[in-house]
Each structure stands twice: as structure tokens, then as C-alpha cells.
């Protein structure tokens, strides 16, 4: 089946840490997203890529990097410089060459620094 | 800038009540999106329907039902009959014609339904 996959579910880091989250796709889809959701909060947009080796920041985008070495792929590294990770993590992704192409989310990635 | 409010934080029933979760949104564009998705206590994001800026009827899925006034810039989901399933966070989001396929949510609905 088409879809897409993060790991780990649940991650837990001490603080000073890096830490890597996974997003995979088969959805054959050019763009991805990751976005941040804290409780009771939106979504907020913190990297985004259109197409492979190209990526662009979101709106919150300090203390985050990402790659986008494939298209399947678009991992996302929280660094020691994030200030609040503690969060729920979504991956996205959607076709482009046509506007208005709705996203499609992963199950997300629960990051807890201890 | 563009923006998506949704007033009700959290939204209590009991099974077979309808209720209504409102979006009302903010944007220059003319051309634009607009979006709800559900997020069950699983965490993802489940899309629902999209509705582009031209299209002001209202569209009828099963218990669900999308209101759409451009006059007052609003774009209500209806759910009919609820069932104890229906208890997630929902969420409305809008797209706009100058931004690809960015996304701008709103802070999201938590419903509620009580057997």
C-alpha cells in the first residue's frame, strides 16, 4: 500500500542532544513537509522540499535541518540548539505541477526531551 | 498575511447530536483553498475535503456536511448524527494561490462525542 512512514513513533532525548526523525514515502510525490504540533496548538510548517536536493525553511525553522537526498526521503534532525523540542512531529507530502494538491500525513513522531 | 481561526477549542456532545466546528479565515488572495482534516487520537492527519474559492455550494458526504460563505469569509463543517468515532481534533486549513502548497492551519476543534 501507498503511504507514508515516520520513525520512531515515540523518541526520547536528553537535552544537548541531536536526533534524527525518519519520513519515508511511496506516494511517487515530488514535495514534503514537516510540520511541529504542540498540545492543544495548529500545525506549524518548519521545512519544506519541492524536489529533490532543494529544501526551504518554514516558519520555524531555527534549530532544525533536513535533506532531501531522495525522493523518498526527507529526514529531520532536531538539534542541540532547538530550544523546545519536546513535541509531536507530522511529515507531509503532496504532488506538484498542479496548485492546490492536498498533503497527505504520516502517522507522526512523538519527541520528548527528558 | 493569511490566517485560520477556530474559536471552539473543544466541543462536547452526546452520540446522535449534530454539531457544527467553524473555520473562519483571513486572506488577499481571490484564488485559494480551503481544507479540513481530521486527526483521530492515532495522531495522523486524515484529509476530509477541499474547497477552492469559486466554488461557494455546499457539499453533503454521508454525515458530513461543509458550508462555504465567502461573505463572511467562514467555512463551517457540519457533522450529523455523531457517533462516538467521530472524537478527534479537527482541523481547517487554507492554501493560497502564491504560496505552492503551503498550508496554513488553524489552532484545530477537539470534539467530543459521549456515548
Known amino acids: 500500500d501507498g503511504g507514508i512512514t515516520q520513525s520512531p513513533k515515540y523518541l526520547f532525548r536528553k537535552e544537548g542532544q541531536n536526533v534524527t526523525l525518519s519520513c519515508e514515502q511511496n506516494l511517487n510525490h515530488d514535495a514534503m513537509y514537516w510540520y511541529r504540533q504542540d498540545p492543544g496548538q495548529g500545525l506549524r510548517l518548519i521545512y519544506y522540499?519541492?524536489?529533490?536536493?532543494?529544501?526551504q525553511k518554514g516558519d520555524i525553522a531555527e534549530g532544525y535541518s533536513v535533506s532531501r537526498e531522495k525522493k523518498e526521503s526527507f529526514p529531520l534532525t532536531v538539534t542541540s540548539a532547538q530550544k523546545n523540542p519536546t513535541a509531536f512531529y507530522l511529515c507531509?507530502?503532496?504532488?506538484?505541477?498542479?496548485?492546490?494538491?492536498?498533503?497527505?500525513f504520516g502517522p507522526g513522531t512523538r519527541l520528548t526531551v527528558l | 498575511a493569511q490566517k485560520v481561526t477556530q474559536a471552539q477549542t473543544e466541543i462536547s456532545v452526546v452520540e446522535k447530536e449534530d454539531v457544527t466546528l467553524d473555520c473562519v479565515y483571513e486572506t488577499r488572495d481571490t484564488t485559494y483553498y480551503l481544507f479540513w482534516y481530521k486527526q483521530p487520537p492515532s495522531g495522523e492527519l486524515v484529509f476530509l475535503i477541499r474547497r477552492n474559492s469559486f466554488d461557494e455550494q455546499n457539499e453533503i458526504s454521508g454525515r458530513y456536511s461543509w458550508n462555504f460563505q465567502k461573505s463572511t469569509s467562514s467555512f463551517n463543517f457540519t457533522i450529523t448524527a455523531s457517533q462516538v468515532v467521530d472524537s478527534a481534533v479537527y482541523f481547517c486549513?487554507?492554501?493560497?494561490?502564491?504560496?505552492?502548497?503551503?498550508?496554513?492551519f488553524g489552532g484545530g476543534t477537539r470534539l467530543m462525542v459521549k456515548p
Open positions: 486549513a487554507l492554501m493560497n494561490n502564491n504560496a505552492g502548497n503551503m498550508l496554513t
Open positions: 522540499s519541492q524536489i529533490v536536493n532543494d529544501f
Open positions: 507531509a507530502s503532496s504532488k506538484t505541477g498542479t496548485i492546490y494538491n492536498e498533503q497527505f
